[in-house]
């Protein structure tokens, strides 16, 4: 990773962090998600309640790029081990879809999410956006913090 866009992940992350509130505007989703003006909200005030299975691979992938975040942040990440990060994230993405049951809204709002890190993880997979990958799925994940029912739920922080 080039020097000018090392030092910009912890500006480019804080940015993130900071605008996080405002929420995302997000494009057509893969399946019958959201249509493209839905932005993340609360369920009038309170967060949006989860399940174990959703709870089961968002912790995986936190873990994931918790084990990952200090070798990308001190740019000895190879390019096969982006791809082999970006391949369990997207395991984790295909059980949650696969196996967790929100109520309607819900999962709109969790669509909007997953959206980003699922474009992270393919941004990881591309010689020029590794850098976007990563910082677009710890954005979401501070952003599932904020807005999901996670008990004992952390986002990462460098």
Request: hydrophobic share 40%.
């Amino acid at each position: 990773m080039p020097l000018l866009t090392k030092s910009l992940i912890p500006l480019v992350a804080a940015l993130g962090f900071a605008l996080a509130p405002l929420g995302l505007a997000a494009g057509p989703y893969v399946h019958d998600g959201p249509p493209a003006t839905v932005q993340l909200r609360l369920d009038h005030g309170k967060k949006w309640s989860t399940e174990d299975a959703l709870r089961r691979g968002m912790d995986e992938i936190r873990i994931a790029m918790a084990q990952s975040f200090a070798p990308i942040y001190n740019n000895v990440f190879t390019p096969a081990q982006y791809e082999a990060l970006a391949t369990r994230i997207q395991t984790q993405i295909d059980d949650v879809l696969g196996n967790c049951k929100l109520p309607e809204q819900a999962d709109q709002q969790l669509h909007l999410v997953l959206e980003q890190v699922i474009e992270g993880a393919a941004d990881m997979k591309t010689e020029v956006g590794r850098d976007r990958g990563t910082i677009k799925i710890v954005r979401a994940l501070a952003q599932y913090g904020k807005y999901f029912d996670h008990a004992g739920w952390q986002s990462l922080e460098h």
